[in-house]
C-alpha cells in the first residue's frame, strides 16, 4: 500500500488527502492550525464572511430609489464584535466540517507541524513530524510526500504589525469595533476587497497604491472602473505612492510615504502579498528546489526536482487561488498513485475579485491581446444597456469578451458586476469546451437577466463576422 503524508491541512492538502483515501492510500495529513488551513480560517473564508456582513450594509444604500424609506445608510450601525463573531464561527465551522470529512475518509489527522528528515531511505522518504499538544516527535517513512504548507502574511520591517493599530488582514476579526479611519496599505486584490468592504461598512478608507491604479494585475478596464466607484463612494486612493513605513501615534497610525509625505489614520492594514511557508522544512538539507522567493519550483503534475516529494497550492506561487491549490494537491496524488492525469492548465482557470462590484476573469487577458491583436477580437458591453440592471439601480459594470478572429471560439472574458463570481461561469464554460461565440448567442437567456449582457455580447461579436 502507498503510504503518503501531507504537510498542511489547506485546500492543497485536504483536497490531496481526500483523493487519497478514495484510491486506498494509507495518507497522514499534519497540519499546525486547523483543518482547512489558512484558506479557511484566517484567509478566504473570514474575507469572504466579513464581505457578506458588508453587503448587508450596502442593500441599504439608495432605497429611496426604489419607494423604499428605510432611512438609509446612515440608519445602519455594524456591531464590529457581532460581525467577527460570526466570522469565526463560520470559519471554525468550515474547519470542522473538513476534518469529520477527512476522518470520515480514512484520512489519519495530526494536529502537529512536519519536515523532511535529513535522510532518504532508499525509494521513501522520511518526515518527522511534531504533535501540538506535547508528544514526543515521531517519523515516517512514506512513499509520497506532498508540500502544502501555504503562505503567511508578507512583513516589511519597517510597518511591523502590533495586532492593535498596524494590522494583517488575518488580526482584524479581533479588534473591539470597526476603525474610524483604515489606511489599506497595498492595492492588490486583499487590499481592495477590505477597502471595498470597509468603506460599505461606513469607514473612512484610504486605500495607498504604489502603481497608478488599483490591481495593477488585473483587466486595466475593470480596475478603472471598480477605482471611479470606490473613489465616488468616498474612497481616498494614493496611486503611485509607496508606503516606505508604518508608525503608531498617540491614538492612531502615522504612514510615511516614499517622497516624505505622511497620511494619518486610526489603524493600518497591510495587504503587502505574501511569503511561502518553506524556510523550516528541510527542503534545502533534502535538495529540494526552491526558487528566489522561496517558493517551491513544481512542475504541472505538481512534481519537485526530486522524485516522490511533491508540492501544492501557495508554496510553490503558481497562482495563489483555493481552485487552483486543490487541483494541484489532486494532480500530485493522481500521478504519484499511477492514475491517468491531465498537467494543470491555467489558462482555464477563473478568478474573482469581492469588491463592490465584483470583477471576475478568465482566459486571456486584455494585456495578452494588446500585444498580439490578432489573438482576437473583443467586446465590452457596459451592464447600463442591461434591462434587469436598470431595474436594479446597477450603472457600474460591463461584460467583455474575446474570441477567436476567424473561428469564433470563445477564449475569454471579463464581468464586472455584483455577481460577477456567478456570472463568469457560462463564459469559463465556453473557454474549457471551445464553445464558439454563435454557439453561446443561440443559447436562449432568461429575460431579464444579467446573463442576457453575455450572449448579447456573443450576438456581437457573431455579427462582426459577416462583415
Ligand atoms: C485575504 C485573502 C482572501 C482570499 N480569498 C480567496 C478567494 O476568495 N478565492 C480563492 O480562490 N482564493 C482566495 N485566497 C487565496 C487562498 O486563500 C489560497 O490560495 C489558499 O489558501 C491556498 O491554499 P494552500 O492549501 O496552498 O495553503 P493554506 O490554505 O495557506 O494552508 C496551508 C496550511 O499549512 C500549514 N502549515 C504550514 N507549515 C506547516 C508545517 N510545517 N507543518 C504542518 N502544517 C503546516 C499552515 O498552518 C496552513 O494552515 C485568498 C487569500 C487571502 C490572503
Ligand atoms: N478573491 C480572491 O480570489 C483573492 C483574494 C485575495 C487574494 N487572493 C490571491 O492572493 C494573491 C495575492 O494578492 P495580494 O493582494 O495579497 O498580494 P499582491 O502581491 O498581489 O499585492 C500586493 C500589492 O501591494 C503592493 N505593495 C507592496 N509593497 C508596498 C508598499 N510598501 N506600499 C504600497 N504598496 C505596496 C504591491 O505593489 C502589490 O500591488 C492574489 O493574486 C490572488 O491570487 C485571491
Known amino acids: ?273 505574501a511569503v511561502p511557508n518553506t524556510a523550516n522544512l528541510g527542503l534545502t538539507e533534502y535538495g529540494v528546489g526552491v526558487a528566489p522567493g522561496g517558493y517551491i519550483t513544481v512542475d504541472r503534475v505538481s512534481r519537485t526536482n526530486v522524485p516522490g516529494i511533491y508540492a501544492a497550492g501557495d508554496c510553490t506561487g503558481v497562482l495563489p487561488l483555493a481552485s487552483v491549490a486543490a487541483m494541484q494537491g489532486r494532480i500530485a496524488v493522481w500521478h504519484a498513485l499511477g492514475e491517468a492525469v491531465a498537467p494543470l492548465r491555467l489558462s482555464t482557470v477563473a478568478a474573482n475579485v469581492f469588491t463592490d462590484p465584483e470583477l471576475a476573469t478568465v482566459g486571456v487577458s486584455q494585456n495578452e491581446v494588446d500585444a498580439q491583436p490578432t489573438l482576437a477580437r473583443q467586446v465590452m458591453l457596459p451592464l447600463a444597456g442591461n434591462a434587469r440592471a436598470k431595474m436594479a439601480g446597477l450603472e457600474d459594470g460591463f461584460v467583455k469578451l474575446f474570441c477567436r478572429p476567424l473561428s469564433g471560439q470563445v477564449i475569454g472574458g471579463v464581468v464586472v458586476a455584483p455577481n460577477a463570481s456567478e456570472l463568469i461561469l457560462p463564459i469559463t464554460m465556453a473557454v474549457e469546451n471551445h464553445l464558439t461565440v454563435d454557439q453561446l448567442a443561440h443559447t436562449i437567456t432568461i429575460y431579464p437577466s444579467l446573463s442576457g449582457s453575455i450572449t448579447e455580447a456573443a450576438r456581437q461579436l457573431m455579427l462582426h463576422d459577416q462583415d
Open 1 to 273: 500500500m502507498s503510504r503518503i503524508v501531507i504537510i498542511g491541512g489547506g485546500p492543497a492538502g485536504y483536497e490531496a488527502a481526500l483523493v487519497a483515501a478514495q484510491l486506498d492510500a494509507d495518507v497522514t495529513v499534519v497540519e499546525a492550525e486547523g483543518a482547512g488551513g489558512a484558506c479557511v480560517l484566517s484567509d478566504c473564508v473570514p474575507s469572504k464572511t466579513f464581505i457578506a456582513s458588508s453587503d448587508v450594509v450596502t442593500g441599504y444604500r439608495d432605497t429611496e430609489e426604489f419607494g423604499v424609506h428605510s432611512g438609509g445608510l446612515e440608519a445602519v450601525t455594524v456591531d464590529a464584535p457581532a460581525v467577527h463573531g460570526r466570522v469565526k464561527r463560520l470559519a471554525l465551522a468550515q474547519s470542522s466540517d473538513i476534518h469529520a470529512k477527512l476522518v470520515k475518509a480514512g484520512v489519519n489527522y495530526v494536529h502537529g507541524t512536519a519536515r523532511l528528515g535529513d535522510d532518504t531511505l532508499g525509494h521513501t522518504h522520511r518526515v518527522i513530524v511534531t504533535p501540538s499538544h506535547g508528544d514526543a516527535e515521531y517519523a515516517v517513512d512514506a512513499t509520497m510526500v506532498l508540500l502544502a504548507t501555504g503562505a503567511t502574511p508578507r512583513v516589511l520591517p519597517s510597518a511591523v504589525p502590533d495586532g492593535e493599530r498596524i494590522l494583517t488582514w488575518r488580526q482584524v476579526y479581533d479588534l473591539a469595533e470597526l476603525p474610524e479611519h483604515l489606511i489599506v496599505i497595498g492595492s492588490g486584490v486583499t487590499g481592495a476587497e477590505f477597502a471595498s468592504a470597509y468603506l460599505a461598512m461606513g469607514v473612512a478608507v484610504t486605500l495607498v497604491s504604489s502603481r497608478d491604479r488599483v490591481m495593477p494585475h488585473e483587466d486595466a478596464d475593470a480596475a478603472m472602473a471598480i477605482e471611479q466607484v470606490f473613489r465616488a463612494r468616498g474612497m481616498t486612493i494614493l496611486n503611485n505612492s509607496r508606503a516606505n513605513a508604518v508608525r503608531r501615534t498617540g491614538d492612531g497610525v502615522e504612514v510615511e510615504l516614499a517622497g516624505g509625505r505622511t497620511v494619518t489614520g486610526s489603524h493600518a492594514l497591510m495587504a503587502v502579498g
